[in-house]
């Protein structure tokens, strides 16, 4: 426990939040968000709004339709049209293809059979896994084939010994964590996304979380994969071990590409220990300056068992706790706190951690950084906190369109970028501008609110805040990749000679281009 300037005792909360099992979330957003959307609340295609010309590929046939359900049988091949709308709208629905077959491999040999094939007849496909990103990188432009991981579901072994979990690329990063659980192991990724997101498309776009600060990215952690290429090709990189520094690392070339080098099947993965204490710190403060400040002070006191450092302004937290009922663990203002963090450290002996915690929360008061807290080591009161964090990007989709920005920022500058955006959009029409993120690895997601998609608005915000964000050198992109609508601001991030190289790989890998075109480079080279 710690205290307040006032002399009042720090609380151990009773939170109270509804929550949704992730198996019912999941379900409401792969069935009730798409099939209950009309056509005038669906987002215009794709193709109309931002103008895409269709690249040189084949129309789908009988023919082809007759040899893809042969391959897999007609239970795995879905062409019904409002079946396959849920395949064709991303999960913030601010992207929409055209794509009317959608196939459900269970192997390896069936992605290579589907990819000979349609590399053979100049067809398009779209990999697709939990569908949970920001930038369209998992929804069809046109009307390319789908290919649907979610069947690829199998663990394949867990190393308890050398912590390391094999698996196929459609299993759900929750039901991973929770299987390496009952070994002792833990994910060394955690998303909010947790219950609907599958592995294979958080290591095809190097996916970071809410504990990179501790465990580091997905490059770090995959010791290999296996992966299918355009011409169906099957690329065997299922390392397991920890050091293997012989030649090329080809995995990495599938780690972040998105899918439009290869389609990742299998991965190894590196798991930490399941840790024997976790502490949570919910934390509000009246200026950013004294988020820095306690940054660097929760850096110096908690070191090796700081886990997770999450910041959010008042508005993100607020609609979170509106939309779900939720409540705020920390009352000793009405009105609120103008930031909040949400700290998390993890370690091996809960007295030792709990102390150490509680010293920081009492150096933090006594430095006049933090206004108010709550400390908590209770397992469920730790899960009723991080959903207040978790649920800001779900809770954001309900106030109408939301324009969302996943960037990468020097940390002096993490909270200027929402300040920039409010003045840029001071006259207009907005429902709310919010920022929150992971304020440990300088990942901010920015979030303009508005009733509905309005282009002035679009134009107003970009290139403004990739142009901001690459002024101060940071990232276009953090942790979600570039996607389908960040390919024309990837030069912002990287340098022509790496871009050239990019298309270079591209053209090597897949020479017709059929790998989830319109993705990543733009526009696209011809050899």
């Not at 306690?294 to 979170?320: C, H, N, P, W």
């Not at 899960?383 to 779900?394: A, G, P």
């Not at 990468?408 to 993120?437: C, M, W």
Request: aromatic share 8%.
């Amino acid at each position: 426990m710690g205290f307040r300037p006032d002399g009042s005792r720090l609380h151990a909360i009773d939170t109270r939040v509804t929550m949704f099992s992730r198996v019912q979330l999941r379900a409401f957003c792969n069935a009730s968000t798409f099939r209950g959307l009309t056509e005038k609340t669906k987002p215009p295609f794709t193709s109309d709004r931002y103008k895409v010309q269709r690249g040189p590929y084949a129309r789908i046939t009988s023919e082809h339709r007759a040899f893809l359900g042969d391959l897999l049988g007609p239970q795995r091949v879905i062409s019904d049209p409002d079946e396959c709308e849920g395949y064709n709208i991303d999960h913030t629905r601010i992207v929409r293809g055209k794509s009317n077959l959608v196939l459900k491999p269970k192997t390896t040999e069936e992605v290579s059979s589907i990819l000979k094939y349609c590399n053979e007849n100049q067809l398009a496909v779209c990999p697709q896994s939990g569908n949970t990103g920001l930038v369209g990188g998992s929804v069809p432009v046109f009307d390319e084939i789908v290919i649907s991981m979610t069947l690829m579901n199998k663990i394949i072994a867990t190393d308890q010994m050398a912590g390391v979990l094999t698996c196929d690329a459609g299993c759900v990063l929750e039901d991973l964590d929770n299987h390496l659980g009952t070994v002792g192991l833990m994910m060394p990724i955690d998303l909010g996304a947790k219950g609907s997101c599958l592995i294979g498309g958080c290591v095809s776009t190097n996916a970071g979380g809410l504990r990179l600060l501790r465990y580091g990215n997905l490059h770090g952690n995959i010791l290999g994969l296996e992966a299918v290429k355009a011409n169906g090709d099957v690329v065997d990189c299922l390392n397991t071990l920890k050091k293997n520094n012989t030649g090329y690392h080809l995995k990495h070339l599938f780690i972040g590409s998105e899918g439009t080098l290869g389609i990742v099947t299998k991965v190894a993965i590196q798991c930490p220990t399941l840790p024997k204490a976790i502490n949570v710190a919910f934390l509000g403060l009246d200026s950013f300056e004294k988020v820095l400040k306690t940054f660097q002070l929760a850096k110096r006191e908690l070191g090796e068992i700081l886990s997770s450092y999450e910041m959010m302004d008042k508005l993100s937290l607020d609609v979170s706790i509106s939309q779900f009922n939720l409540k705020s663990p920390l009352t000793s203002k009405t009105d609120g706190h103008d930031f909040y963090i949400l700290l998390e450290t993890s370690g091996s002996n809960s007295s030792h951690d709990e102390e150490k915690l509680a010293t920081f929360v009492e150096k933090a008061l006594a430095e006049d950084m933090i206004e108010d807290g709550t400390l908590t080591s209770d397992p469920a009161k730790v899960k009723n906190i991080w959903s207040l964090r978790e649920r800001i990007s779900e809770a954001v989709l309900f106030e109408g369109y939301v324009f969302k920005y996943d960037i990468s920022i020097p940390l002096p500058y993490f909270y200027k970028v929402i300040e920039a955006v409010r003045d840029r959009l001071h006259n207009q029409r907005i429902t709310r501008i919010s920022g929150y993120g992971h304020m440990g690895d300088g990942n901010i997601h920015v979030q303009i609110s508005i009733p509905s998609y309005d282009r002035d608005i679009a134009m107003l915000l970009e290139p403004f805040i990739f142009e901001y964000v690459s002024k101060l050198r940071g990232s276009v992109s953090a942790e979600h990749g570039i996607g389908f609508m960040k390919t024309k601001y990837l030069s912002m991030s990287r340098t022509p000679s790496e871009i050239e190289l990019m298309h270079n790989l591209k053209n090597m890998m897949d020479p017709k281009g059929i790998l989830n075109p319109y993705k990543v480079l733009h526009p696209p080279k011809t050899s």
